[in-house]
């Protein structure tokens, strides 16, 4: 079935780059998405990349999607404190309304 | 600043009350959702939304209710529930791309 998967944890040095790596088995996902979420609070939208795209930058953000591994990576460059939080991976299954999730990695950013 | 309002942002109670969860969305997207999220694990689908019917159920309990008043008003009705059922509960809307999350509800129930 449908799945996706991440490493669940990662620490970085503040001002250093972090990279959170996923891995999806349904390659009819059009959408691939990264939400992050602060403790207590709930999912914020960071960043999307269609399918039929390699490379998506935004500011600090950047995402590398490679189709034949199906792996999806996001960098996040300068990190700071507050990137501190768990980091999700979800793609769209067919009709974009059921989204299939990672179970997240907390990064931690270690001054 | 979310686009998407839930309110109440903590709820407490018993096992034999009736409370609701509300949501809200103006941004005209025509497809609304509830997860539930349990600490540190990836948030679980339990309804969609789509043009105000109801479109999908994850065979969730009948203690749990939705209801779509309109386009942009998103309800759970919750009565009867069980300790397990102690989570943070999630809205979100999408208008066909991705789906934008409200800051939830915390539940706990005695």
């Known amino acids: 079935g449908e799945d996706v998967e991440q490493s669940l944890f990662l620490s970085v040095r503040e001002g250093d780059s972090s990279v959170i790596n996923c891995t999806y088995t349904?390659?009819?996902?059009?959408?691939l998405y990264w939400y992050k979420q602060e403790p207590g609070a709930g999912l914020q939208l960071l960043t999307y990349?269609?399918?039929n795209m390699d490379m998506k930058q935004d500011q600090r953000l950047t995402v590398l999607l490679n189709k034949k591994d199906k792996h999806l990576s996001l960098r996040i460059a300068d990190t700071q404190t507050g990137d501190s939080a768990i980091y999700f991976c979800a793609g769209n299954a067919g009709n974009n309304r059921k989204l299939i999730w990672g179970l997240g990695t907390s990064l931690g950013v270690n001054p | 600043d979310t686009e998407v309002t839930q309110t109440p942002k903590h709820l407490v109670m018993g096992m034999t009350n009736k409370k609701s969860l509300k949501c809200e969305q103006h941004?005209?997207?025509?497809?609304m959702y509830w997860y539930k999220q349990k600490a540190k694990k990836p948030p679980e689908l339990m309804f969609v939304y789509s043009y105000e019917k109801l479109s999908i159920n994850e065979s969730v309990p009948s203690r749990f209710s939705p209801e779509c008043p309109n386009s942009s008003l998103l309800n759970l009705h919750l009565h009867a529930l069980q300790p397990e059922d102690s989570a943070l509960y999630l809205c979100?809307?999408?208008?066909?791309?991705?789906?934008?999350f409200g800051d939830g509800t915390r539940l706990s129930i005695l």
């Open positions: 990349i269609f399918s």
């Open positions: 979100a809307s999408s208008g066909g791309g991705p789906q934008h």
């Open positions: 941004m005209g997207h025509r497809a």
């Open positions: 349904d390659s009819s996902s059009t959408y």
